[in-house]
């Protein structure tokens, strides 16, 4: 699944294709894909409106337009595709946005997972889904003692089932939770709550660093993610243990492990996060 980095790529690809275009026409091959209306009612609510700039809240794509939000979701492998003139949809398209221009932008889905639903700008952040999210890593208001305390309330939770958790802190998953315990040298079953403030900011300061960094490689690339240029990230080419196991560490020389951990794969070092 797409995590923070691949949208926040996927949103600046975007942004200076689609900013300023009018949406002529909306044509919806699956209607699985559009939420809270029905499709001809959505589709009639977006012909005319512009698309001012594209915006990212966690994982959610939050297209701004004249009156109010288009709120997509990627989910597994949900796909943006610009298109300066226009083309026949290819298979697994199932939305197509047309513009006063010329140009299309086709949203493509193989497992028909992601969504696209509109708020106005007055319920954008205080309905769901976005209401449910927590602050980001970057937002100035998450601190050592902030993170702190909501960790401290999670008695026996392991770390890194508590990265995870978005009503706690937005915008880690699997990939950038092992690589940010492994540069803070914390074991991913660490109970949370016994995390020191002093580790705490470690981990903070780690998962910044680590997001920073996949946004600047374009995100990662596991199985089938590309950006709407049809690139794949790089960030996977520097990861120290996610998908490393059996691979030597990069500071000790011995093999990463994996285990499960909350259902998900887990990989880390076993020398270096005692």
């Given amino acids: ?25 909306v044509n919806v091959r699956d209607a699985k894909i559009i939420r809270g209306h029905e499709a001809d009612v959505w589709v009639q609510q977006l012909i005319g409106e512009t698309m001012v700039d594209v915006e990212r809240r966690g994982k959610f794509i ?16 949900g796909k943006f595709f610009p298109h300066s ?14 513009f006063t221009d010329g140009t299309s932008l086709h949203y493509n889905d193989v497992r028909k997972f992601g969504t696209m639903e509109l708020r106005t700008n007055d ?45 706690i802190f937005v915008g ?15 074991h991913p079953t660490r109970p949370a709550a016994s995390l020191s403030l002093t580790e705490v900011e470690t981990v903070r300061q780690e998962a910044v660093a680590v997001l920073l960094e996949a946004i600047e ?5 596991i199985r089938s993610y590309t950006n709407p240029d049809g690139a794949a ?27 499960k951990l909350g259902g998900r794969g887990t990989h880390y070092c076993p020398h270096c996060q005692q």
């Fill in 172 to 186: 880690l998953g699997n990939i950038y939770v092992d690589e940010t315990l492994f540069r803070a040298r914390i």
């Fill in 217 to 221: 490689r374009g995100g990662s690339t």
């Fill in 62 to 77: 939050l297209f701004k337009l004249t009156n109010g939000y288009l709120v997509s979701h990627l989910r597994m492998e």
């Fill in 123 to 167: 319920e954008l952040f205080v309905t769901p889904p976005l209401s449910l999210l927590a602050l980001e890593p970057f937002d100035p208001e998450v601190t050592a003692e902030t993170l702190h305390a909501r960790l401290n309330r999670m008695n026996v939770r392991a770390i890194k089932t508590a990265l995870l958790d978005q009503s």
């Fill in 233 to 259: 990230g790089t960030f996977q080419e520097t990861l120290y243990v996610y998908g490393q196991t059996g691979e030597p560490c990069h500071n000790c020389g011995r093999p990463i492990e994996k285990m």
């Fill in 85 to 98: 003139e226009a083309v026949d949809p290819v298979k697994h398209t199932h939305v197509v946005f047309t």
């Fill in 1 to 25: 699944m797409p995590e923070l980095p691949e949208v926040e790529t996927v949103c600046r690809r975007l942004r200076p294709f689609v900013s300023g275009k009018t949406i002529q026409d």
